[in-house]
């Protein structure tokens, strides 16, 4: 009954697949905004807003549900990123990441499910390490000056942390095909 009345809501919705297909570019267009959004903020201050994580984790259900997701599976993907959340957690107390940057890959998990996370977690691994990399070579060639902007000052600071909202932005755009509502979208004919 609960997905008769999702499709019921996307027909509603969506009269043609035009309109289905402006749906869904539109919520991946919410999902990569707010990931770029919090890649941003993380490289200007060192900190995510945990308003970007949990609007993330909101704005996935109507557009699951729009997007006519069955209500088990928005249940699974949620469940996914609870458990992502308490990894995260763990990572966080052993200070392996930010407690930001946990919530942010939680957040982006819900969207991912199992069927993207593989190409998630596989380019933001990448990318984050490509970040270190590069921040740990300009740490040891650049030292802090009054003439640049405060936050590249931070970043250059050898003690600061790595800004791995970045990776995670990375990660999250080109799982972009892999999310379970792109696949028509994103796709070729």
Not at 57 to 74: G, S
Not at 116 to 125: E, L, N, Q, S
Not at 143 to 162: D, H, M, Q, W
């Amino acid at each position: 009954m609960a997905v008769q009345n999702a499709c019921l809501f996307k027909l509603s919705l969506c009269e043609t697949q035009t309109d289905e297909a402006m749906l869904e570019l539109f919520a991946l267009a919410v999902f990569a905004g707010l990931l770029v959004f919090a890649a941003l903020t993380d490289i200007v201050s060192l900190t995510i807003h945990n308003w970007v994580s949990i609007a993330l984790a909101v704005l996935f259900a109507p557009i699951a549900l729009a997007t006519n997701m069955p209500i088990q599976e928005i249940g699974i993907h949620y469940l996914f990123g609870f458990g992502l959340l308490a990894v995260g957690f763990f990572l966080f107390q052993a200070h392996v990441i930010g407690g930001g940057d946990a919530k942010l890959l939680a957040g982006a998990a819900v969207w991912t499910g199992f069927t993207a996370f593989v190409p998630f977690i596989f380019w933001t691994t990448m990318a984050g390490g490509v970040i270190a990399l590069g921040l740990l070579m300009a740490r040891q060639q650049f030292a802090p000056a009054a003439v640049l902007p405060a936050f590249v000052n931070r970043l250059l600071t050898p003690k600061s942390g790595v800004p791995y909202g970045v990776a995670i932005m990375m990660g999250g755009l080109m799982a972009l095909p892999s999310i379970p509502f792109a696949e028509h979208t994103l796709t070729l004919p």
